[in-house]
């Protein structure tokens, strides 16, 4: 007995029992791996058609299950499957500029709005395209599927080029396209586990914007666990949102917002410090947290490294290290 | 029964890889070969590395493990820093009461890769 196995715009043939990776590997398909027991992970993919098997699952981080990844070495037919390589299928969406609107002297929030729903869970994200096709990273900072739009939080670099664009030459109403989206930074609670669980987020600059979706999704979501936000910057002018963050603390009694800047003054309405050390300290008794970590590649590095010795499990952390465009 | 199965799977592998990468995160004797290194792969690597010495499935050929290493042999990695990362590997089956016979078995696994991890 053999079932279709779909696969980058070919159906091939799989027999019963035959694992995916084995498969195509057959067919002369390039597939990343390397053990081909389940272990490595390097053969991932995205299961776009049928349902992953438990086995095909063992030992993946909860958001990869949410985004119904599987291990191809692992992932044996019992139905008809389509798999993809993860992120392979993104395609571009067309999307009108709906809202411009200054947040602080560096950050913009761009509002987007879709013709046609674009499935993206909020801290994940994706590509904007403009009109002259220069193409930048952003993180998805609400609930689309609340909202109704899509909102991105875009820092103007000086002399950067999709600021130039957003500044001179963006308007309302205006179509860009979207592509995507990715990243595994997102809010999860998996089948066989209480939504009690504390959670931290720490971020620095637009950082903020990932983050931000997830508070909102957590909460959304009726995750009972304290959900504790850092937002660290510079000097106070480099803090965003805040009023609006301070009023969602208001609002839910297990959220609290951390507003945190290094050069300021001690009793204003931001504490003063190392956003690092405040985060490193905050979660040395907390080791079943879930710690969300976005923004400068360096400082979320460091900060993964000091939370994961100090006990956190490596499963329950999740970052997205912003690069710079080259 | 495999020694790995009387290990306990790859629920033991998961259990093990945290506990023994912080063992090695936090020894100056070789955490410098670490620095800049992503923590996420490297933990994907170190479970690969724990399947295959407590004798699971692995398609181990050796290749991998020489190309990995042979810039850090370049920077000075020798068979202390084996002996000293073989020693955390007992020290965290140790603490996941591991009986001392099978701490063993995994050591002396460990141990037939040491010419492939120093490119020898």
Same mark, same amino acid.
């Given at each position: ?31 990343? @791996? ?63 500029? *709906? ?21 993206? *869970? ?23 599927? =609340? ?22 030459? #963006? ?48 909460? #959304?979501?009726? @995750? ?33 917002? !951390? ?57 329950? !952390? ?9 | ?28 004797? =070789? ?12 933990? #994907? ?36 820093? =084996? ?14 009461? =591991?009986?001392?016979?099978? !701490? ?17």
């Amino acid at each position: 007995m053999s079932f279709n196995l779909a696969y980058d715009g070919e159906c091939y043939s799989i027999e019963d029992g035959a694992s995916v990776l084995d498969t195509l590997l057959d067919q002369g398909i390039e597939i990343p @791996h390397s053990c081909k027991s389940g272990v490595c992970q390097s053969c991932m993919v995205e299961v776009v058609t049928g349902t992953p098997t438990e086995a095909s699952q063992t030992g993946l981080k909860a958001t990869f299950k949410a985004l119904n990844y599987a291990l191809s070495c692992c992932l044996v037919a019992k139905e008809d499957l389509g798999v993809s390589l993860p992120n392979a299928e993104d395609s571009e969406v067309p999307v009108s500029i *709906i809202k411009m609107e200054v947040l602080n002297h560096n950050v913009l929030r761009l509002c987007l709005k879709t013709k046609k729903q674009l499935d993206t *869970i909020p801290g994940q994200y994706l590509s904007l395209i403009t009109s002259d096709s220069l193409a930048r990273s952003y993180s998805v900072a609400n609930i689309p599927e =609340v909202d109704g739009y899509i909102e991105l939080h875009i820092r103007i670099i000086p002399n950067g080029r999709l600021g130039a664009w957003l500044l001179n030459d #963006a308007r309302l109403w205006m179509e860009v396209k979207l592509r995507g989206p990715a990243g595994e930074c997102f809010y999860v609670c998996e089948k066989d586990e209480e939504n009690d669980f504390p959670m931290v987020l720490a971020g620095t600059s637009t950082g903020l914007a990932p983050l931000y979706g997830i508070v909102r999704d957590a909460l #959304a979501q009726g @995750h009972k666990g304290s959900i504790d936000l850092f937002h660290g910057a510079l000097q106070p002018e480099d803090l965003y949102l805040v009023d609006e963050l301070y009023d969602l603390s208001q609002q839910h009694k297990n959220f609290s917002y !951390i507003p945190c800047v290094m050069k300021g003054n001690d009793g204003d309405f931001y504490t003063c410090g190392d956003i690092q050390e405040l985060v490193a300290k905050h979660v040395v008794n907390k080791k079943d947290a879930r710690l969300y970590l976005c923004g400068a590649p360096d400082l979320v590095n460091a900060m993964k490294k000091t939370a994961f010795l100090s006990g956190i499990a490596s499963k329950h !952390i999740f970052n997205d290290a912003f690069l710079p465009s080259k | 029964m495999t020694l790995y199965e009387k290990l306990g799977g790859e629920a033991a592998v998961s259990a093990a890889v945290d506990i023994f990468y912080r063992k090695v995160l936090t020894d100056d004797r =070789v955490n410098g070969f670490f620095d800049d290194i992503d923590m996420d792969g490297q933990i #994907a690597k170190q479970k690969a590395f724990l399947t295959m010495v407590f004798g699971g499935p692995n398609n181990y050929t050796g290749k991998n493990m020489r190309e990995a290493h042979a810039p850090l042999v370049e920077k000075g990695l020798s068979d202390l820093h =084996v002996d000293v990362v073989i020693e955390h590997l007992g020290a965290t089956l140790k603490e996941l009461g =591991v009986a001392d016979e099978d !701490i063993a078995e995994v050591a002396s696994i460990a141990n037939s890769v040491r010419d492939d991890v120093l490119n020898r």
